[in-house]
């Protein structure tokens, strides 16, 4: 994993971002500078002051305290998904990629299906039938993220089961559960690291987009895609209802990919 | 059969059924293995050394690969016993050590925790028991600074060392048989002469027998007092080696001798 004398950028930037975000969000979970869910109408549309860092909402809420729980919100739901999509996709790329046949055809051709779908819509799908909220969005991500997770695994469990130490535990006498999950599986974790920064991405996108839509996450609950949603009406008005979310957004995103980014050059 | 008699491989043939023509590499093998007897098995590269190799390890696809033929283990035939017979005569009696030391070993795990394997899986010891099983081991293929290397990776060891290490792992369960698959064409000249000289002796001390595959004829002189060699699947010749060195009757037989580079004083 040594990168030689160049350094890796992308992983301290990233890093940085992340840890701060973290760190940020993590706060937010003990203690956050207002109640995110009292109004307070004399504060409506307040705009940046030291009582509220980053202003306050149509309702007078304050937006720092909604942004703090919202990003831990959007997390959470994040985690969940790549959690979700990562458990089954291991399950079913190593199944796949070892077993190989008649089995791998078909599950990879329904692996195919679901992944041409875009993935918000496939979600959209699985909310109809689920019902909105936020258990519902966690799985219906999650289920829409199996695919691409499955797809790595099976290339790398592909790659290796053919390499002289699977045959050589084979001739040991392990067998194929063994095989699949206790010799080979450790040696697809750098990829999977990698596709696992970039699945919390595209599943923080994805959330945010969803509770933009109104489906996700539901109020008075923060999430950081439904104060977007929110704040449209008012973008002229109090454009900082907008920015500041957005802007934990962009950084929550741009955090993960470096370090995505960078977990990949290392490998 | 006869008394000594630990390995007889009876007009073995391979076939490769994965693509729609059936491709047959190995015609006709037959092969007797006696107790602490070393068999050399000479050819060039595709002559199915390997896969005769990996049908008596029990390693090929019972799907895939249509063999014909018998091969008798102590009187159990690999190719048609239960499932569970053949690993566990594969765990207990049979070792493999590869060409590429490199993809031999598992480059995640200890070398200690690899040369256990076996051991985990097949017998009751405690972990002490089989630490220190290892740690003999280890010292028994000449490795200085067992306990240091028990807790290294492969990466960290050289081509020799790692090669030395595969011959532990498959002698921990002392096997009946090895099979050395090139085990020297990966290493230089100094290493190759330790590596056989090892093989000598753990063949005389604990009477293992071994089938040496190899394209280096002198190698094969030195270890082995019968040898066969084999030529686009067919065994073309078999016998005696110094009887084979010194009046080869098929001219392919021949062309392999010649091919032996020879040290001539110049005059």
């Given at each position: 994993m040594k990168s030689g004398k160049k350094k890796n950028y992308n992983f301290i930037v990233g890093g940085t971002i992340t840890g701060l975000m973290l760190i940020f969000i993590i706060i937010g979970f003990f203690y956050t500078p207002y109640d995110p869910n009292a109004m307070d109408p004399s504060a409506k549309f307040a705009g940046i002051s030291l009582k509220h860092l980053m202003g306050c909402d149509n309702f007078g809420r304050d937006i720092l305290s909604r942004v703090m729980k919202g990003a831990g919100t959007t997390l959470s739901v994040a985690a969940g998904t790549v959690f979700i999509g990562t458990f089954f996709g291991i399950i079913l790329g190593a199944v796949t990629g070892y077993f190989g046949g008649i089995l791998d055809e078909i599950l990879m051709r329904v692996n195919d299906a679901i992944f041409a779908f875009p993935s918000i819509l496939l979600a959209l799908v699985f909310i109809s039938l689920l019902g909105s909220g936020t258990y519902q969005v966690v799985i219906a991500l999650g289920i829409a993220f199996i695919p691409s997770f499955a797809r790595i695994v099976r290339s790398e469990f592909i790659k290796c089961k053919n390499m002289d130490y699977v045959k050589n535990a084979r001739l040991q006498g392990a067998g194929h559960l063994r095989i699949m999950f206790v010799h080979i599986l450790p040696n697809t974790f750098t990829v999977l690291l990698s596709a696992i920064m970039i699945g919390f991405n595209n599943a923080v996108l994805a959330e945010a987009g969803m509770s933009f839509l109104g489906i996700g996450v539901q109020p008075p609950q923060a999430s950081l895609g439904r104060m977007l949603s929110e704040a449209q009406t008012y973008l002229f008005r109090a454009p900082n209802y907008a920015i500041f979310p957005g802007l934990v957004i962009i950084l929550m995103v741009l955090g993960f990919s470096l370090l995505g980014d960078a977990l990949k050059r290392e490998e | 059969?006869?008394?000594?008699?630990?390995?007889?491989?009876?007009?073995?043939?391979?076939?490769?059924?994965?693509?729609?023509?059936?491709?047959?590499?190995?015609?006709?093998?037959?092969?007797?293995?006696?107790?602490?007897?070393?068999?050399?098995?000479v050819g060039e590269s595709g002559s199915g050394k390997s896969m005769s190799a990996l049908a008596i390890a029990g390693l090929l696809s019972r799907k895939d690969m249509k063999k014909r033929g018998q091969i008798l283990f102590d009187g159990v035939d690999i190719l048609t016993c239960e499932r569970n017979v053949l690993r566990k005569i594969q765990g207990n009696d049979i070792g493999i050590i590869f060409q590429e030391p490199m993809t031999s070993l598992n480059p995640l795990k200890k070398i200690g925790w690899q040369v256990e394997e076996a051991l985990r899986i097949h017998t009751e010891l405690s972990k002490e028991e089989r630490y220190y099983r290892v740690i003999e081991m280890l010292r028994d293929v000449e490795l200085e600074d067992a306990e240091r290397i028990y807790h290294q990776y492969p990466h960290e060891l050289s081509g020799g060392m790692r090669q030395r290490v595969m011959i532990a792992a498959a002698m921990i369960c002392n096997p009946k048989i090895l099979i050395a698959d090139e085990p020297t064409t990966a290493l230089d000249v100094t290493i190759q002469a330790q590596i056989v000289e090892l093989l000598k002796r753990l063949n005389r001390e604990k009477q293992t027998s071994i089938l040496f595959i190899s394209h280096d004829l002198s190698l094969v002189r030195q270890l082995c007092r019968r040898v066969m060699v084999m030529q686009g699947g067919y065994v073309v010749e078999t016998g005696d080696t110094e009887e084979i060195f010194n009046h080869p009757r098929e001219a392919y037989t021949q062309k392999l001798i010649a091919a032996i580079p020879k040290v001539v004083r110049k005059s």
């Open positions: - | 059969m006869e008394k000594n008699l630990i390995l007889q491989v009876k007009d073995l043939n391979i076939e490769f059924h994965d693509h729609l023509i059936p491709e047959t590499v190995v015609y006709d093998f037959d092969l007797d293995l006696r107790v602490g007897e070393i068999v050399g098995l």
